[in-house]
């Protein structure tokens, strides 16, 4: 398969015809709930979360078959929820990964205190295995493991669209120019057009077919497809 490309099918029909990534961030659907009388708006909510399919996800299916692309050398960052906390962390173990957890902290969060603290947070779990690029040569703030964003201060590409400076600085961290970074759900496109502003190689899979016209529109998601 080319590379520099965002592919509309279902990542686990290719993954194995795709060269070998020195870098996976992927952002995969959560198993996310909204229920009990704190959340506001569920409705709307939870409509809008079934038609980007993140209401369920079988994580047994893909995150071995993706972690496997890699041939034992993982260099990988996977967004989740709370909910699938325990099994990618139980994964890194099972690989034998080092590894470490990033926060993206959300500023203005869906109100919500019914019995439960606020939902204001989603979480990063970073693996790494064997010998892998991590750059130390950024100031310190570069490395702190909370990230704050303002909800509605994005594209619109995408209900899950995730921060570009993120994005960016962790690819700036943990790979080199002319590396290749894996995007199994790619949404919005912002894996892919952080790697274009940093000189990096990408190969992307985007299942729905609307969020790849999306990114064909969007202009800051001008991408080769």
Known sequence: MDINKIYCMDCLDALKDIPKPDLIVCDPPYEFTASGSGIMNKDKIMAKIRDIGTQHFDFNR??????????GNINAYFFCSKTLLPAYLH???KNKCSFDMLFLVKNNPVPCKNNHYAI???Y???MRKGKNHFNNGFPFNYYKKHHYITIGSFSGCHLNEKPIEMIRKMIKISSNEGDLVLDCFMGSGTTAVACKDLKRNFIGFELLQKYVDQMRKMKNCVLMF
Request: some cysteine.
């Open 62 to 71: 893909y995150i071995q078959k993706i972690l496997d692309t890699q041939q």
């Open 91 to 93: 994964i890194a173990q």
């Open 120 to 122: 204001d947070t989603e």
């Open 124 to 126: 990063c779990v970073f």
